[in-house]
């Protein structure tokens, strides 16, 4: 009898990820300018308001949004092009399960990262 052996924590948060995902690049619809105030089920204590114009705190949101939205979050508070932009440093300040999720989903943004290194 062989015994199956659990999925590590690093595939069960990759899988998770992955089912929040949007379909397309293009379906994040999210504000470009302006303030984002996040709903509860997205923050539950402390920050929950974030400007755009600022880049930290658009930063903020976005790592937020990343790691606790759901997929119509994700589609609603994020902005394609600002996710495109940012991604070369925001893949630095996510967790490993999301960045490659999101990487994996969307060569392009892989692509943006090899050009800002080159």
Do not use: K
């Not at 949004?65 to 119509?72: H, K, N, T």
């Amino acid at each position: 009898m062989s015994v199956q052996p659990f999925p590590d924590a690093f595939d069960l948060l990759c899988a998770q990820y992955a089912q929040r995902m949007p379909v397309s690049l293009e379906d994040l619809a999210g504000p470009t300018e302006g303030t984002v105030d996040l709903p509860l089920h997205v923050v539950w204590s402390g920050r929950r308001s974030y400007g755009l114009e600022q880049p930290r705190s658009r930063m903020g949101l976005y790592r937020t949004v990343l790691a606790e939205g759901q997929r119509q979050d994700l589609i609603e508070f994020l902005n394609r092009d600002l996710l495109i932009a940012q991604w070369p440093v925001l893949r630095t300040l996510i967790s490993r399960p999301i960045r490659d999720v999101w990487e994996a989903a969307f060569p392009e943004l892989t692509s943006v990262t090899a050009t800002t290194a080159a």
